[in-house]
C-alpha cells in the first residue's frame, strides 16, 4: 500500500539549480531539496555523465585492476595500452612506493559539490574539426575551465611530460575511493596545459584511457574529440577505439578508421571499415571489406558476426543476424561494444567477469535495458562515476517508463519515493534502512547510501532520529553534504562514528581533537585492525585539527603506520610544496588504487589530506578522510 505524499514542487534538470536550492535541513518543506522526479512523475534521464563535485570534492574507491597491455584486435575490457614507461614510483595494489611530483586547486561548496560539476561539464560546448585557421592547439587541451570549477592551466607545474605519462598509465583502473574518482576525473578533464617534452595527443590518449579504466567512458570520448582528426596520434586511435566501444559508439569511430587503421595493427580497426561503409550508405564496399575480412580472420566466430549485425543496420543492409553466445567464455571491448550497439545485452555470466569499471560503462549507455542500469548503479555510485542527482533520476525514470522496467525495479522506485516524501518521518527512515540494509555487500551499501544522500539530509536533526545519526552523516557525506551533516554534532556521542565524521567533514573545525576523544572512538571500533580509528587520526593530523603528539601517540596505540615516510610521501609533500594542484592530485590517485578501503595503509591517506589541504583542496581531502572512515 503506497504511504500518502504531500504535492511535490519539481526542480529543473539543472543539478547547480538543485543544490543552490538546498535550505537549512530543519525545515518541513522537502520540495525544496528533493531530486527531480519524487512526488511526481519526471522524465526519463538523459544520458548523462556522471558529476563531480564542484565544491566539496569527495574520492572515489574500490578499483579492480586493469592490465596495462596495448588495446589489440579484440581488447580485454578492462586491459590498457601499454606505453613502455619504466616506473616503480606509484603506490600499486599491494604496496606504497613512489611518485614524481604533485599538485592542487580550489574546491567549491558542499552543498553543490557533486552535481555542479557534472551540470559544467554537460554545458562545455562540443567541438568539431575546423579549417586551419580555426584548429585547436594541442598546447592545452581539455573541456572543463577553470572558471567552470576545473583544475587551472598550470597545475602541473614543472612536472615533465613524461612523468605525468608515468604516473597516468601506472594507475591501474579505478580507484578506492569514490571521492578520489571524483577529483581525478576533473582533473583529467580540464583545460591543462600540455608539457612541453611531450605531444599532446598522446597525452589526451593516456588521460582518456585512465578514465576509461575509472568507469567514465564518456567523458573519456569526450576528451579524445578535444583533439583535431588530422593531429591524431598512434596513441590516440590505440585508446580510441575502445573508448568508443566502452560507449556502444562504433559510428563515432568512422571520423578516425581511414587514417587509425593504417597506424594501429589491430583487427578492431579493420572490421570498423566495413560497418562505418554500411552506416555511411555504401553497401557495395561494405560487403567487399566483409569478405576481406573473412578471407584474412580479422575476426571469427561471433566478433565477426557482431560486426556483420552491424553492417545489416546500414542503409541498404541486409536482415538480422542471430548471434550466439554459448562457445564464448568471455567478454572483450569489441564484443561488448557491438552488441550493446546493436540492441543486445551480453548474458550475465559474461558480463559478471568484466572489470568493476564496467558499472559506469554499463550505467551510461541508453541501449542497455532499465533493470541493468539499475542493477548496477550502486557499484558505479561506489565508484564515483554516477552522483545522487543522476541515481536518483534514474531510479525516477522507472516510474514513467512503459511497462519497460520490472516490478523488482519499480519497488526500489517506490521505495525511494517513500524515503523522500513519505508523511512519516519513521516511515522515510525505514525506507532508508531498507536500501542500506538489503544492499548484497559493503561496496553496494556505500552506493546505496549515496542514493540516499538527500533524503538524509531532509531528516530534522532531533533526538527522536538520532539512533540513526551514523548512517544519515554518512550518506549524507556521500554527496558532500557536509554542513547538513555538520548540523548533527551536539546530538552525537563523542567517540560515535558520526562524531568522527562531523570532526572530519565539516567545513570550519569544531576545535582541536584530543586523544582521549579519539580513545573513545577506538574502544567503539570493531573494524579491522581498527583501522577506522588509524583513518581518523591521519585524517585529522592531515587537516590540522589534531597535534601531533596525540595523534602519534593513537598511531602506537592502533599500532598501524600513519606517519611513514617514503619516495611516494616525499613525492607528493614536494609537489605540495610547489603548490602543483594537479601533480597532488595524480599522485594522491595513485595513492588510492585498491579493491578496498583495507589495501590503503593509513599513511598514505596522512599524506594524501595533508598534500591537498597545503594545495587549497581541503574540501576533497575532508571528503576523502570521511570517506575513508565509513568504509574502513
Known sequence: MKVGRPHVI?????????????????????????????????????????????????????????????????????????????????????????????????????????????????????????????????????????????????????????????????????????????????????????????????????????????????????????????????????????????NGDIAGSCSLVDSAYKQVDAPTWKMARPICASLAGEQGRAKILMNQARSQRWARGVDYLLAE????????????????????????????????????????????????????????????????????SASAAALGTISNHAMVDLYSSILTSDGEASEASKALADRLETAYVANNMSTRLGAMNEFWKSAKNE????????????????????????????????????????????????????????????????PQSLGEVSESNVDDFLSDDDSEKSLKTAFLTAGLAGLGRMNMADAKAMEGAVELPIFKQNKWTQAIDAAAKRGEAGSVAIIAAAGLQGRSWKQIPPFQLYYIVRALTQVGREAEARMIAAEAVTRA
Open 10 to 246: 519539481i526542480l529543473g534538470a539543472s543539478v547547480l539549480a538543485l543544490a543552490a536550492a538546498i535550505p537549512a535541513i530543519g525545515q518541513e518543506r522537502p520540495e525544496s531539496i528533493l531530486p527531480p522526479g519524487l512526488g511526481k512523475r519526471a522524465p526519463a534521464p538523459t544520458n548523462t555523465p556522471p558529476s563531480a563535485p564542484k565544491s566539496n570534492p569527495t574520492p572515489n574507491q574500490n578499483a579492480p585492476s586493469a592490465p596495462k597491455a596495448a588495446p589489440s584486435n579484440s581488447p580485454p575490457v578492462n586491459a590498457a595500452p601499454s606505453n613502455n614507461i619504466p616506473s616503480n614510483n606509484i603506490p600499486s595494489n599491494n604496496s606504497a612506493a613512489q611518485a614524481n611530483a604533485a599538485a592542487s586547486s580550489d574546491l567549491p561548496d558542499n552543498e553543490k559539490a557533486e552535481e555542479e560539476e557534472g551540470d559544467a561539464l554537460e554545458e562545455a560546448p562540443l567541438t568539431f574539426d575546423a579549417p586551419p585557421s580555426a584548429r585547436r592547439s594541442l598546447a592545452a587541451i581539455g573541456f572543463f575551465t577553470e572558471e567552470k570549477g576545473g583544475f587551472p592551466r598550470g597545475a602541473y607545474g614543472a612536472l615533465t611530460g613524461k612523468s605525468l605519462q608515468n604516473i597516468i598509465n601506472k594507475i591501474n583502473g579505478p580507484l578506492v575511493s569514490r571521492w578520489g574518482t571524483i577529483m581525478t576525473r576533473r582533473l583529467l578533464v580540464s583545460r591543462t596545459a600540455t608539457p612541453s617534452d611531450i605531444n599532446g595527443a598522446d597525452l589526451a590518449g593516456d588521460r582518456a584511457w585512465l578514465l576509461l579504466r575509472m568507469g567514465e567512458a564518456d567523458l573519456a570520448r569526450r576528451l579524445i574529440q578535444q583533439v583535431d582528426s588530422t593531429d591524431a596520434t598512434k596513441r590516440l586511435y590505440q585508446v580510441a577505439m575502445p573508448i568508443y566501444l566502452a
Open 309 to 376: 549485425r552491424l553492417v545489416g543496420l546500414g542503409k541498404g543492409g541486409g536482415g538480422a543476424v542471430k548471434i550466439e553466445w554459448a562457445k564464448v567464455d568471455a567478454l572483450n571491448a569489441w564484443r561488448f561494444g557491438t552488441a550493446i550497439s546493436v540492441g543486445i545485452y551480453p548474458p550475465d555470466n559474461l558480463m559478471q567477469k568484466m572489470g568493476r569499471h564496467t558499472a559506469g560503462w554499463e550505467l551510461l549507455a541508453p541501449m542497455i535495458p532499465i533493470d541493468k542500469r539499475v542493477e548496477k
Open 443 to 506: 561496496n553496494d551499501r556505500y552506493g546505496m547510501m549515496v542514493l540516499t544522500a538527500r533524503a538524509a539530509a531532509l531528516v530534522p536533526v532531533s533526538s527522536s532520529y538520532s539512533g540513526d545519526a551514523d548512517n544519515l552523516i554518512a550518506s549524507m557525506l556521500t554527496a558532500g553534504l557536509d554542513k547538513q551533516a555538520a548540523r548533527w554534532a551536539s546530538l552525537v556521542d563523542v567517540g560515535s562514528l558520526g562524531w568522527g565524521l562531523i570532526q572530519l567533514s565539516s
